[in-house]
C-alpha cells in the first residue's frame, strides 16, 4: 500500500483509500460500482445494522465512489475514535458477506440511481461524448453500467471482484491528520491484471433531444493515459488546460468576456488508464450555439498553431503550485491524493511543485498539437 499522510494537528483525522481498478476491469459493466454499494452491507463478523450503528455512535462520516479506474473510501472521524474506525474499516473491506437479501435490495436501488442520472441533461451530454470517444471499449459505458447489466450481475460476480481487487498492494491511502491508522487488507489478490482497451474510430458528432431550455455541448479529445504517456506530461497538460480554460483562460475570455455568449465556457482534461479526455464546454440558448462552438474551435486551433506564451505558462505555473499548496490546507486533499497517487506514484506526487517548474512553453505547444489536432468528438444535449 502507498501511504501519504498531510500532517495537519487537526480534531478530526480524513483520509481517502482508494484501489486500482474500477470499471474498465470488470467482467460486467456496473460490476465495480455495484460493490461500492455492498461494502457497508454487513460482513462475517457484522450486520449492516452492526456496522451502521457502530458508524453512527463514534460520528464517523464516511462515502465511496467509483470511476473508470479506481474504487475509492473516504472516512473522516474524530481522532479519538481511530482504533474504531479502523477496525470498521479493516472488517468491510477484508470480511464482506454480500447478503443475498440485500444483494437485491441494492441492484433495485441502483436501477433507480441510474434512472436519476439518465434524466439529468448535464449528465447525458458526456454520456453521449465518451461513448462516442471512446466507440468499442469499457470507457465507452458509464461506470454504472445499463439496466441490462446492472440486472444481470450476481452475488458471486461481487465476490470475485472483491477478491480479486480490494488488497494490500493495489491501495493508495491518503491521510489528513497527525496520525496513519493501521488498516488491515487482504494480502493477497489480482494486481489490477487488464488487457489495453482498444478503440474503434470515434463518432464526430452526437446529439439528444431532452426536456432542457438550453444546449449543453462538450467537446473531447482522447488525452493522456497514465500507463503509456510521461509522468512530467501530466503536469504540461494541467498548464495547457489552465491557459485554455479557467476564469482567465483564453476561451473563457473569448466566449464569455469578449462575446457574452455563455456563463459557463470552460476546458480541462480527465487522465485514465488506457486514454484520458481533454473536455471543452459550454451552456447556452440554441440560437447562440454555433457561435460558442465557432469560438471553442478558433481558441484551440491558435494553441495548436501558435502554442502559449511565456508569460501564460509562468503565469499559470505560479497559480497551480499555489493552488497545490491551497489544497493540503483542505480535507479534499485526500482524494486528491490518493487517487493521483493511484494513477502516477507517491513520488511523483510529493514532488509535484519541480514538476510545474520543469514546464516550458515548447513542452506545452507539443501537448496541444499532441492532443488537439485531431478532430474532436462533439455531443449536444439540446431541446425537444
Given at each position: 500500500m502507498q501511504v501519504i499522510n498531510l500532517k495537519r494537528p487537526t480534531n478530526g483525522i480524513y483520509l481517502d483509500l482508494a484501489f486500482a481498478g474500477g470499471s474498465v476491469i470488470e467482467s460486467k459493466p456496473g460490476l465495480a460500482h455495484f460493490l461500492e454499494h455492498m461494502t457497508f452491507c454487513g460482513t462475517t463478523n457484522r450486520s449492516e445494522e452492526q456496522v451502521l450503528k457502530e458508524l453512527s455512535n463514534e460520528g464517523i462520516q464516511y462515502n465511496a465512489c467509483t470511476d473508470h479506474d479506481y474504487i475509492a473510501y473516504q472516512f473522516h472521524f474524530d481522532k479519538d475514535s481511530i482504533n474504531k474506525t479502523t477496525d470498521i474499516m479493516s472488517d468491510i473491506l477484508t470480511n464482506a458477506s454480500f447478503p443475498e437479501d440485500l444483494f437485491k435490495r441494492e441492484q433495485g436501488v441502483?436501477?433507480?440511481?441510474?434512472?436519476?442520472r439518465n434524466s439529468n441533461p448535464q449528465v447525458a451530454v458526456y454520456d453521449l461524448l465518451f461513448g462516442g470517444l471512446y466507440k468499442g471499449s469499457a470507457y465507452a459505458l458509464p461506470v454504472i453500467g445499463t439496466e441490462e447489466t446492472i440486472k444481470s450481475i450476481t452475488r458471486e460476480d461481487l465476490i470475485d471482484f472483491y477478491k480479486e481487487n480490494l488488497w494490500n498492494a493495489n491501495a493508495s491511502l491518503a491521510v489528513y491528520g497527525e496520525t496513519i491508522p493501521e488498516i488491515k487488507l487482504a494480502e493477497t489478490g489480482t494486481l489490477c491484471k487488464r488487457e489495453s482497451a482498444v478503440f474503434d474510430e470515434s463518432e464526430k458528432y452526437l446529439e439528444k433531444k431532452m426536456d432542457t431550455e438550453a444546449s449543453i455541448v462538450a467537446y473531447?479529445?482522447?488525452?493522456?493515459?497514465?500507463?503509456?504517456?510521461s509522468p512530467q506530461e501530466y503536469f504540461d497538460l494541467v498548464i495547457l488546460t489552465s491557459i485554455l480554460g479557467g476564469s482567465d483562460g483564453r476561451i473563457f475570455k473569448k466566449i464569455r468576456t469578449e462575446l457574452g455568449l455563455s456563463y459557463d465556457p470552460s476546458m480541462g482534461f480527465y487522465p485514465q488508464a488506457d486514454t484520458g479526455v481533454v473536455l471543452g464546454s459550454f451552456t447556452t440558448t440554441p440560437d447562440k450555439q454555433r457561435l460558442c462552438m465557432d469560438a471553442l474551435e478558433e481558441e484551440v486551433k491558435k494553441m495548436v498553431q501558435d502554442g502559449p506564451t511565456q508569460e501564460e505558462v509562468d503565469r499559470k505555473v505560479r497559480s497551480s503550485i499555489k493552488h497545490e499548496r491551497m489544497d493540503e490546507d483542505k480535507t479534499h486533499w485526500t482524494g486528491k491524493a490518493a487517487?493521483?497517487?493511484?494513477?502516477?506514484?507517491?513520488?511523483?506526487?510529493?514532488?509535484y511543485e519541480e514538476a510545474y517548474k520543469a514546464v516550458t512553453v515548447e513542452a506545452v505547444h507539443n501537448c496541444a498539437k499532441k492532443y488537439l489536432t485531431a478532430e474532436p468528438t462533439v455531443s449536444v444535449v439540446c431541446p425537444k
Amino acid at each position: 500500500m502507498q501511504v501519504i499522510n498531510l500532517k495537519r494537528p487537526t480534531n478530526g483525522i480524513y483520509l481517502d483509500l482508494a484501489f486500482a481498478g474500477g470499471s474498465v476491469i470488470e467482467s460486467k459493466p456496473g460490476l465495480a460500482h455495484f460493490l461500492e454499494h455492498m461494502t457497508f452491507c454487513g460482513t462475517t463478523n457484522r450486520s449492516e445494522e452492526q456496522v451502521l450503528k457502530e458508524l453512527s455512535n463514534e460520528g464517523i462520516q464516511y462515502n465511496a465512489c467509483t470511476d473508470h479506474d479506481y474504487i475509492a473510501y473516504q472516512f473522516h472521524f474524530d481522532k479519538d475514535s481511530i482504533n474504531k474506525t479502523t477496525d470498521i474499516m479493516s472488517d468491510i473491506l477484508t470480511n464482506a458477506s454480500f447478503p443475498e437479501d440485500l444483494f437485491k435490495r441494492e441492484q433495485g436501488v441502483i436501477l433507480q440511481e441510474l434512472a436519476r442520472r439518465n434524466s439529468n441533461p448535464q449528465v447525458a451530454v458526456y454520456d453521449l461524448l465518451f461513448g462516442g470517444l471512446y466507440k468499442g471499449s469499457a470507457y465507452a459505458l458509464p461506470v454504472i453500467g445499463t439496466e441490462e447489466t446492472i440486472k444481470s450481475i450476481t452475488r458471486e460476480d461481487l465476490i470475485d471482484f472483491y477478491k480479486e481487487n480490494l488488497w494490500n498492494a493495489n491501495a493508495s491511502l491518503a491521510v489528513y491528520g497527525e496520525t496513519i491508522p493501521e488498516i488491515k487488507l487482504a494480502e493477497t489478490g489480482t494486481l489490477c491484471k487488464r488487457e489495453s482497451a482498444v478503440f474503434d474510430e470515434s463518432e464526430k458528432y452526437l446529439e439528444k433531444k431532452m426536456d432542457t431550455e438550453a444546449s449543453i455541448v462538450a467537446y473531447g479529445w482522447r488525452g493522456y493515459s497514465w500507463l503509456k504517456d510521461s509522468p512530467q506530461e501530466y503536469f504540461d497538460l494541467v498548464i495547457l488546460t489552465s491557459i485554455l480554460g479557467g476564469s482567465d483562460g483564453r476561451i473563457f475570455k473569448k466566449i464569455r468576456t469578449e462575446l457574452g455568449l455563455s456563463y459557463d465556457p470552460s476546458m480541462g482534461f480527465y487522465p485514465q488508464a488506457d486514454t484520458g479526455v481533454v473536455l471543452g464546454s459550454f451552456t447556452t440558448t440554441p440560437d447562440k450555439q454555433r457561435l460558442c462552438m465557432d469560438a471553442l474551435e478558433e481558441e484551440v486551433k491558435k494553441m495548436v498553431q501558435d502554442g502559449p506564451t511565456q508569460e501564460e505558462v509562468d503565469r499559470k505555473v505560479r497559480s497551480s503550485i499555489k493552488h497545490e499548496r491551497m489544497d493540503e490546507d483542505k480535507t479534499h486533499w485526500t482524494g486528491k491524493a490518493a487517487r493521483r497517487c493511484v494513477r502516477l506514484s507517491k513520488e511523483f506526487h510529493d514532488n509535484y511543485e519541480e514538476a510545474y517548474k520543469a514546464v516550458t512553453v515548447e513542452a506545452v505547444h507539443n501537448c496541444a498539437k499532441k492532443y488537439l489536432t485531431a478532430e474532436p468528438t462533439v455531443s449536444v444535449v439540446c431541446p425537444k
